[in-house]
């Protein structure tokens, strides 16, 4: 389980078949910076997940990405091209799924997919193959003549995916996909995004389901317009805890100071006197050292195991570390707040990638 | 393949904006069979008759003249109705001051006798009135029943000289009819248009034209700005259309709307009203095209510089207002002064009204420039538009 810093390294330094790249950019609307110094690499054929809370910056991001909005300062390269003067031939290669509904609330499911796909220059056959397609892949087929006006919510969310989807772009742009979804249809659209990965296609999608991220390939975590965390899913928790975590109860009281200075043991956290959580380099070898050394003391374990926080609890770490260190100048006082609660700072993981 | 894209495109917006228009009937019903129900409500109410003005006549006491109304029919013709004869001026002046008679006729003491003395008599016309036009017509009367008494004066003058003549024993006086010397000339009217429609008729080329001018402008404007604020121009950027392609497929689906409400409403006009069409089709259809294309290029400018929808409506109609003051609709053009006269050919309607009168009721034109004007019009609005939603879908 130790962490891999070239998985890092490849997320986070331009790749030789970047798809999306940007560079030190920021964004300002008047006196408000909504981006601040935002550094991203989506190599082609990857899920890169886009979380944050509302208002974090996100959408801003992507229509930075479609060519809305120009970025105050730094870089926007996708497909090899700045946003502001892509040709037809490149428009024709992104899909983008709005977080809002943006289609023609009085055509029916099926005339908004031709619509899109005809303005994508989809011809005839090919767009009435593909509208089926995506009809069906949406789960939107049988209500394919209603109105979009009377679509449920969740309905408009997946006729906007196919929109997204109709002309089977390259880089696939969507905010907000799952959105007012079920839970059990959210299921159905990811194995769909992990079946157009698998087939080379690149995804760019946002979400505000910090469980989701599981589902991405790369997580960009994104707060206030920064981006506090960059990594894949597993590494997040590594991030987030500076190594992996173990929870272990005590039948007796028992000083967790007495675990520092073992091999693998970065830091120690106790929450009672029966109560520790040591991040480790490597739980897997970490934790019969562990036991054995409590035990040696003579104190017996009721319990030890890794602990592995969901995306919930690393949101709320990065999030609470990530605006800390904004407003540290002093190294010191970062580095002591990561050895208090554990997290590794993701802007220095970020930049020393 | 690519060479197909471009129509693939424009077809799109063709058919979804037909698609759109046929399926929100209240706006159809609102902007199309409004009119026409406005339009049937004129043709049946109005009858281009105008009321004549009540009257009451004023004599003084010791005129020796007739007291029965009936008496002075002839004489105040037919845009005055003589209710009253009276010699009472202070009662009528107080039935003119609560409005309840239009115009109130003194006439002067003695006017033999002032004749006689080689002097004019003043005869009073009392209105009460506000509405210019209405002062302007009842002066008309005013003048007419100065000429009419006038006349007759002259009349008994000669009937009179015409008896003395007869007692002086001169040949054949009476050869010559009083009436004739009296009024030596009758004007009569001979109108060489090649038809003569009637008031409803008409205004029919100005209902078609403020119709196609109002419906154009109102539907696309509104089509652009609801893409606009609904955020679709978003999806029109990131997608390869471009904004020719987005105005080309506006213009035709709305050409051809506008183009289906142009035939039948000249049908509905000339079944329905019987309003003369002499010139060829081809004429009309020219002047309807053109209608339709600058004022399509004139709904776009206003998509272009509305932000918001009411702000798109408010647009429309004031260019509504301006057309229905301006256009000759309700006032002719030519009683506006120079500068503004110029100004008022920059709304197609006042170019189209004009057009399709003169096709409809003379057969041809006199005014072929306008013509032109309407083709300029139409390149200028909407390339102007053009310009102006080319730099709002690229803008970032």
């Known amino acids: 389980m130790a962490a891999d810093p070239r998985s890092i390294e490849s997320i986070s330094k331009p790749a030789g078949d970047a798809v999306v790249e940007i560079q030190d950019v920021s964004r300002r609307f008047e006196d408000r910076e909504v981006l601040s110094d935002i550094n991203l690499f989506v190599p082609r054929g990857t899920i890169l997940g886009v979380i944050g809370p509302s208002g974090a910056g996100k959408t801003t991001m992507i229509r930075m990405l479609t060519g809305a909005l120009a970025p105050t300062t730094g870089e926007v390269s996708v497909l090899g091209r700045r946003p502001h003067a892509y040709r037809r031939q490149d428009r024709e290669r992104i899909g983008y799924m709005p977080q809002s509904f943006m289609l023609y609330e009085d055509l029916t499911a099926g005339e908004n997919i031709d619509f899109v796909a005809s303005l994508f220059g989809l011809l005839w056959r090919r767009r009435r193959r593909r509208v089926r397609e995506v009809l069906k892949l949406v789960d939107l087929w049988d209500v394919r003549g209603r109105q979009a006006r009377r679509l449920s919510g969740g309905m408009r969310r997946r006729l906007e995916l196919a929109c997204a989807l109709v002309h089977d772009p390259e880089l696939i742009i969507l905010d907000e996909p799952t959105a007012g979804i079920d839970p059990l249809l959210r299921g159905s659209i990811w194995k769909e995004l992990h079946r157009l990965r698998d087939a080379g296609r690149t995804l760019l999608v946002t979400t505000q389901h910090v469980g989701e991220a599981d589902e991405c390939d790369i997580v960009a975590m994104i707060v206030d317009g920064r981006i506090v965390a960059l990594a894949p899913p597993n590494e997040l928790r590594r991030l987030a805890t500076n190594g992996d975590l173990l929870d272990i109860e005590t039948s007796a009281d028992f000083d967790g100071a007495n675990l520092i200075g073992l091999r693998g043991v970065r830091a120690v956290t106790q929450d009672g006197a029966r109560h520790l959580r040591v991040v480790v380099d490597d739980a897997g070898r970490s934790l019969p050292i562990v036991v054995e050394t409590i035990r040696a003391s003579g104190v017996e374990v009721a319990s030890a195991r890794e602990q592995r926080l969901s995306f919930d609890e690393i949101f709320a770490i990065l999030v609470a570390s990530g605006g800390e260190l904004r407003f540290a100048d002093d190294a010191r006082s970062a580095e002591s707040t990561a050895d208090d609660r554990g997290p590794t700072s993701p802007d220095r993981t970020a930049s020393a990638a | ?396």
């Open chain 2, 1 to 396: 393949m690519r060479l197909f894209k471009t129509p693939t495109r424009i077809l799109a917006i063709v058919g979804k904006e037909l698609v759109s228009i046929v399926r929100r009937p209240s706006a159809l019903i609102s902007l199309v069979l409004g009119p026409f129900l406005i339009m049937a409500v004129f043709g049946i109410g109005y009858s281009g008759y105008r009321r004549p003005l009540a009257t009451i006549v004023v004599l003084p006491a010791d005129s020796g003249l007739p007291t029965d109304a009936n008496a002075y029919k002839g004489v105040a013709g037919d845009g005055l109705e003589v209710d009253l004869v009276t010699t009472d001026e202070a009662a009528a002046m107080d039935r003119l001051n609560h409005q309840l008679v239009d115009i109130v006729v003194v006439a002067p003491p003695d006017i033999k006798t002032t004749f006689e003395a080689g002097r004019r008599s003043d005869i009073q016309a009392r209105v009460n009135l506000t509405d210019p036009v209405q002062v302007a017509y009842a002066e008309f009367l005013a003048r007419g029943l100065e000429a009419a008494i006038n006349r007759q004066i002259i009349e008994q003058a000669v009937d009179q000289v015409r008896s003395f003549a007869t007692d002086l024993g001169l040949r054949d006086p009476t050869r010559i009819p009083a009436y004739v010397i009296a009024a030596p000339t009758a004007a009569d009217l001979d109108n060489v248009a090649p038809s003569e429609p009637t008031v409803v008729q008409y205004f029919a080329p100005a209902v078609l034209a403020l119709i196609l001018q109002h419906l154009a402008v109102t539907l696309i404007a509104l089509s652009v700005v609801r893409e606009k604020t609904s955020g679709l121009f978003e999806l029109f950027r990131i997608s390869p259309i471009t904004t020719a392609e987005l105005v080309t497929g506006k213009l035709i689906a709305y050409g051809i709307f506008a183009g289906a409400v142009a035939c039948a409403t000249i049908g509905l006009l000339v079944a329905g009203f019987h309003v003369p069409v002499i010139a060829q089709p081809g004429w009309i259809a020219l002047v309807a095209a053109l209608l339709v294309a600058s004022s399509l290029g004139l709904g776009l400018l206003i998509a272009a510089v509305s932000d918001t929808e009411p702000q798109t409506v408010q647009l429309s109609l004031l260019v509504l207002l301006a057309s229905v003051f301006f256009s000759g609709f309700v006032l002719a053009i030519s009683e506006f002064s120079e500068p503004v006269r110029s100004l008022i050919y920059v709304l197609p309607v006042a170019n189209g009204i004009r057009l399709f009168g003169d096709f409809m009721f003379r057969g041809a034109t006199v005014v072929s420039w306008q013509l032109w004007l309407l083709a300029g019009l139409a390149v200028a609005y909407i390339g102007t538009a053009w310009l102006l939603l080319r730099r709002e879908m690229a803008r970032a």
